[in-house]
């Protein structure tokens, strides 16, 4: 493997293109979750990434609000997924069969990410009807009135973050089996 100066610069504009992606599938996924079940966000994740003052003040723009926590909680994704890719695509033996072969890995974690996510929303539709009274308290905040859409956004939320994890190792085989 020959590291040149073109596949370092491919290395650092894989860095921010990940981000990049990171933080905009973060917004698309935090919209989604937000028009299924706003007390996701206005009863836990406003808290969670101190943005509850704001939201109160700012009542209007609960949007912007959350895509502010969609950046903040997925770029970080993003950029370990860069990493990861970027390094693999070392391996190749151009940098533009690297930058090409790194952006398609990417693209494949993120849509495994949105999969699996998805998943977790079928998940979380099925089991909530099943679920024990002492289960929906143990997992919903008390004053929630809409706690099937608060549970089924919960699901959904955690199945990213685990699609993230299955996306990025099977776009990282992926990426390994591409040298040439």
């Not at 504009?13 to 990049?20: Q, R, S």
Request: aromatic residues 14%; proline residues 2%; glycine residues 12%.
């Amino acid at each position: 493997m020959k590291i040149t100066t073109g596949k370092i610069i491919v290395f650092i504009v894989v860095l921010l293109l990940a981000i990049i992606l990171g933080a905009g599938y973060g917004i698309a996924h935090d919209q989604l979750t937000y028009t299924i079940s706003p007390e996701f966000y206005t009863k836990y994740m406003f808290y969670q990434f101190g943005l509850w003052d704001e939201a109160q003040f700012n009542a209007d723009n609960h949007r912007g609000l959350v895509s502010m926590v969609g950046v903040m909680s997925t770029w970080w994704v993003g950029l370990i997924i860069g990493v990861v890719l970027g390094a693999i695509g070392m391996r190749q033996t151009t940098w533009q069969r690297m930058l090409g072969r790194t952006v398609l890995a990417m693209l494949l974690a993120i849509f495994i990410a949105a999969l699996v996510g998805l998943g977790g929303l079928l998940y979380g539709f099925l089991t909530f009807p099943n679920l024990s009274p002492e289960t929906i308290i143990a997992t919903v905040p008390e004053d929630v009135i809409g706690a099937s859409n608060f549970y089924i956004v919960s699901r959904m939320h955690n199945f990213s973050y685990a699609g993230g994890a299955i996306g990025l190792l099977v776009a990282g085989v992926w990426g390994w089996r591409q040298r040439a």
